[in-house]
């Protein structure tokens, strides 16, 4: 707790000293959205098209969506992240309903389990060791305990496979395992599809139910249906499950929290039942979700031309991201000679990545470079640019031989 509590505090603490910090070649890589090559937040050219489009609609109102939210939205979010030929979804086993961005997805997922799951013994889930910090509040919050399960291996700076695979074993059937459907926060390690399927494997010999929690499709690899496979394989596989939906990063639409929970089903009835008892307990929270960036993810989503602008501004945002990890980590290796072994800097995934290094050297390089990243040694990739990679890396280089 005393930890999580210090990478949080740490977090807000990085983020504010670097805002205050006048030193001109300051770096921000505490950061959690997505900056440009000038560092400034980008708006997507997508999403200013579908904004001028919805000025241009005088016959949109400012009623209330429905409770479950927009339904051509939640339809083809549904189909966004479980492939517009699910069988789930044609089978109608798909309770999708419309939530405050990714974090209201998970709260309200989180609340619904807590309702509603057949829980055997004491109400837990299993949160990766370590896990995006908002998580633990989000399931303590309605009553649920976290617990961690081993995921990432400070020695590879990789994935704890067998870790991960015997916490899975050795839980008690029936248990619930929240798992980052694709660029792990904070660690950027994924699991590769072979290692994807013995999860599964082991998910369905136990009995264990899936928390998927997805806020960065597109925005690992460049393409959205790339980072959907394994959400979409624990589906075609039977696993039990839901999935927590995020448009803050995809969209760049952070501020107008456009997200969806996805409750999959064994029948139709069943995610009917499903629905009406999410429906109760939207109402309680927020009575009904917010149109504004709804009907801009709407128009994306729907319009065939700008869904396929819509898919090169994410490669534009997941292009840019690897190549800063491309070029830090020849920067590191062929020009610097870095000590230490710099591969999981280009086979991370996502915004984040975990350097590795110690909470001394992510010190040092607050307190001399005016370098900012949690304790952790968490930096964001975007915070990276042509013009202040090269004075990173020198002076990353410089705390690492201290
Ligand atoms: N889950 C994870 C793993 C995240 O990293 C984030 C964003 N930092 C979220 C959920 C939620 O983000 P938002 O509520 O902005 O969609």
Redesign the pocket.
Known sequence: MADRLKQVVNHIFSSNMSSADPFEKKVNLGV?AYRDDNDKPWVLPVVRKAEQILLNTPSLDHEYLPITGLPEFTTAAAKLILGSDSNAIMEGRVTTVQT?????A?HLGALFLERFYPWVGKKEIYLSDP??A??QAIFKNVGITPINYPYYDPKTIGLDFNGFLNALKNAPNKSIFLI?ACAH?PTGVDPSKEQWNAIADMMLEKGHYGFF?C??QGFASGNLDNDAWAVREFVKRGVNMLV?Q????NAGL?GE?V?ALHVLSSSKEAADRVKSQLSVLQRSEISNPPTYGARIVNLILNDAELFEEWKRDIATMAGRIIDMRQQLYKVLTDELKTPGNWDHIVNQIGMFSFTGITPQQSQALVEKAHIYMTANGRISMTGLNGKNLRYFAGCLDKAVRG
């Open positions: 959690g405050i961005s990714g974090t209201g998970n896990t995006w908002n998580h980052h926060n929690d806020a960065y927590c995020s448009f803050a990063k952070y929290r997200g």
